[in-house]
């Protein structure tokens, strides 16, 4: 990106320019800000690109991960879901498929329970601030997760991984969660339009992150351990994962397992990878179909399937399963 910059002033004289007229001063300011995106956009499909919609339908939209955040991470470290706990927040919405409390440690226990009791309160806020969505129908059994983890592997793991038989694999799937909700949060913040939205967004990103870090961090300690039965590392499981999500989302790479090659460390200077971001260590944003591509597990923002069996809910995604009816697929 530096030597682009450098490229930049040279071509348009920022730095050598001699003093223009008011004719060319008025057509350099015209044309930069067209040949500077052209310039520094990289080239992607339309279906990578950020939609229209409400601030509502955002938050309603990003509700669909809070919830299966909440019920992964209370049903993993307490054996019961939000409907324990507020279940006016699910609006009637299902319960999800095949939670259960997982075989953990103290100290990770503690950690998952804290992360529960956060992902009742965004659900709270955002039901408070916009009227929220119903919740759901989710699927957090061990034989989705057996899926997800066999298509990031790239062959049938055996036996099946069972995300509730060890901290370790807990941690794993953990990790195949609450990153993409932060990508939507980065992703959706610069298309709202109200500043309660964007202190509303900015106080659930900060969560987001926070609980995406810790993931990573605990996950990081443990990078060169085998993870049983398998002759896997966990480093080579996130590196599987993160793989996956990208080739799902088919928008370039938005996600990094904990060692990469230098050229995607932070300023090429390292392979350790604690926190995912781009060259500029920048959190990776991504759109709402792209999310819906990864979380569906189908590659397909039209196919539910993955985490939501039949499909997420609010206008946003909605519409997506909507368009697809009409054509028949």
């Given at each position: 990106m530096q030597e682009g910059n450098k490229i930049l002033s040279n071509k348009f004289g920022y730095r050598k320019m001699a003093t223009p007229s008011t004719l060319c001063c008025a057509i350099l300011l015209f044309l930069f800000p067209l040949q500077f995106m052209a310039t520094t956009t990289p080239s992607c499909p339309g279906d990578c690109e950020p939609i229209d919609a409400d601030d509502n339908d955002r938050f309603h939209f990003?509700?669909?991960?809070?919830?299966?955040?909440?019920?992964?991470?209370?049903?993993?470290?307490?054996?019961?879901?939000?409907?324990?706990?507020?279940?006016?927040?699910?609006?009637?919405?299902?319960?999800?498929?095949?939670?259960?409390?997982?075989?953990?440690?103290?100290?990770?226990?503690?950690?998952?329970?804290?992360?529960?009791?956060?992902?009742?309160?965004?659900?709270?806020?955002?039901?408070?601030?916009?009227?929220?969505?119903?919740?759901?129908?989710?699927?957090?059994?061990?034989?989705?997760?057996?899926?997800?983890?066999?298509?990031?592997?790239?062959?049938?793991?055996?036996?099946?991984?069972?995300?509730?038989?060890?901290?370790?694999?807990?941690?794993?799937?953990?990790?195949?969660?609450?990153?993409?909700?932060?990508?939507?949060?980065?992703?959706?913040?610069?298309?709202?339009?109200?500043?309660?939205?964007?202190?509303?967004?900015?106080?659930?990103?900060?969560?987001?992150?926070?609980?995406?870090?810790?993931?990573?961090?605990?996950?990081?300690?443990?990078?060169?351990?085998?993870?049983?039965?398998?002759d896997i590392t966990v480093v080579e499981f996130t590196n599987m994962i993160s793989g996956l999500r990208n080739e799902l989302g088919k928008c370039g790479i938005k996600d990094e397992g904990l060692i990469v090659p230098k050229e995607l460390g932070a300023e090429n200077r390292t392979t350790s990878n604690v926190l995912s971001a781009d060259p500029n260590s920048l959190s990776y944003p991504r759109t709402p179909q792209e999310i819906l591509r990864i979380v569906y597990s189908t590659g397909n923002e039209h196919r539910p399937g993955g985490f939501f069996p039949k499909g997420a809910n609010g206008r946003i995604a909605r519409e997506y399963l909507y368009n697809d009816q009409l054509r028949g697929l």
């Amino acid at each position: 990106m530096q030597e682009g910059n450098k490229i930049l002033s040279n071509k348009f004289g920022y730095r050598k320019m001699a003093t223009p007229s008011t004719l060319c001063c008025a057509i350099l300011l015209f044309l930069f800000p067209l040949q500077f995106m052209a310039t520094t956009t990289p080239s992607c499909p339309g279906d990578c690109e950020p939609i229209d919609a409400d601030d509502n339908d955002r938050f309603h939209f990003a509700q669909n991960l809070e919830f299966l955040e909440a019920e992964f991470f209370l049903h993993g470290a307490l054996g019961k879901g939000l409907d324990a706990f507020e279940p006016e927040l699910a609006k009637g919405g299902p319960p999800p498929i095949g939670g259960r409390r997982a075989n953990l440690d103290y100290l990770t226990r503690r950690i998952i329970e804290e992360f529960g009791y956060q992902e009742i309160g965004h659900n709270r806020e955002i039901v408070r601030r916009t009227g929220g969505i119903p919740r759901p129908l989710i699927d957090i059994s061990s034989q989705n997760f057996a899926k997800l983890f066999d298509k990031a592997a790239g062959y049938n793991l055996d036996p099946p991984f069972d995300p509730y038989e060890d901290p370790i694999k807990y941690m794993l799937a953990v990790y195949a969660i609450p990153y993409v909700g932060l990508n939507g949060y980065v992703g959706t913040t610069p298309c709202l339009k109200r500043f309660s939205s964007k202190q509303l967004v900015a106080g659930l990103l900060g969560v987001e992150a926070g609980q995406d870090a810790v993931t990573r961090e605990w996950l990081y300690k443990k990078g060169d351990e085998k993870v049983e039965p398998y002759d896997i590392t966990v480093v080579e499981f996130t590196n599987m994962i993160s793989g996956l999500r990208n080739e799902l989302g088919k928008c370039g790479i938005k996600d990094e397992g904990l060692i990469v090659p230098k050229e995607l460390g932070a300023e090429n200077r390292t392979t350790s990878n604690v926190l995912s971001a781009d060259p500029n260590s920048l959190s990776y944003p991504r759109t709402p179909q792209e999310i819906l591509r990864i979380v569906y597990s189908t590659g397909n923002e039209h196919r539910p399937g993955g985490f939501f069996p039949k499909g997420a809910n609010g206008r946003i995604a909605r519409e997506y399963l909507y368009n697809d009816q009409l054509r028949g697929l």
